[in-house]
C-alpha cells in the first residue's frame, strides 16, 4: 500500500492519534476523543512553515483553495492577527488544554516569559541501522529546574507499541501537570 496523501486514526484509551502522509513529510498527531468525529471527516496534509533552517511542519486542509492548519481549524480562528499556539511548543499536539489562540504581543510575552519551563517532545530511540527500539520523553523536572530524560524501552514493555502508548501518556500527565501549574 502506498502511504502518499493518507490519514490513518489510531484511537487509543484517552485521546486520538492522526499520521498523515503527504509526499514530502510524515507526522503523528495527538487529538482529543472528542475531536475525532470532526477531524476524521476532513482529509489532512502538511506544510512546511517558517524560514529556510527554522521550519515547521504542520497539519492542514483546504477549504475553497485557502490553506487551513489544524489548530486554526479546531478552535475556529477566523481574525487575522491571531494564531493558534501549543504550550508545550509541540506543534503536533493539538489536545485542547494545550492550545490556545494569541495575538503575536501574547505569543512573545508567553515565550519570555514561560519559555524555561515548557515541556519538550517524544524521540524515537534508534540503532546505528536505524531500528527503533524505543521513545524517550524530555521534559524539564519541576523540582531541580533541569531538563531531564525519561526512556520507554520495547523490550521493557513488551512490544514497540505499547512504549510509545506509555511515552505519550507519561508527556501527557506532563502536560497536564505543567497546565495545572500554569494557572495556579
Known amino acids: ?7 490513518k486514526f489510531v484511537v487509543m484509551k484517552d485521546h486520538v492519534l492522526l499520521y498523515i502522509y503527504g509526499l514530502k513529510h510524515e507526522a ?19 506544510m512546511a512553515v517558517g524560514r529556510e533552517g527554522n ?22 480562528v477566523q481574525e487575522t492577527g491571531k494564531r493558534v499556539e501549543h504550550r508545550d511548543r509541540n506543534n503536533h499536539n493539538f489536545l485542547r ?7 503575536k504581543r501574547d505569543y512573545k510575552q508567553q515565550i519570555s516569559k514561560h519559555g524555561e519551563d515548557l ?26 529546574n533541569k531538563k531531564e530524560w525519561i526512556s520507554f524501552n ?16 507519561f508527556k501527557l500527565s506532563l ?6 501549574q500554569a494557572i495556579a
Request: overall charge positive.
Open 119 to 144: 515541556i519538550c517532545g517524544i524521540y524515537e530511540i534508534k540503532q546505528k541501522s536505524g531500528k527503533v527500539t524505543g521513545f524517550k520523553v524530555q521534559f524539564t523536572n519541576s523540582e531541580s
Open 154 to 169: 520495547a523490550r521493557e514493555f513488551k512490544g514497540l507499541d505499547n512504549a510509545k502508548e506509555e511515552a505519550i501518556r
Open 55 to 76: 521550519k515547521k511542519i504542520i497539519p492542514y486542509t483546504t477549504i475553497d483553495r485557502t490553506s487551513i492548519p489544524l489548530g486554526r481549524w479546531l478552535l475556529n
Open 175 to 180: 502536560i497536564e501537570d505543567n497546565s495545572i
Open 1 to 7: 500500500m502506498e502511504k502518499k496523501y493518507l490519514n
Open 97 to 103: 488544554n494545550n492550545i490556545y489562540v494569541a495575538g
Open 28 to 46: 503523528t498527531i495527538v487529538l482529543e476523543k472528542e475531536d475525532y468525529e470532526n477531524v476524521s471527516k476532513v482529509h489532512w496534509g502538511l
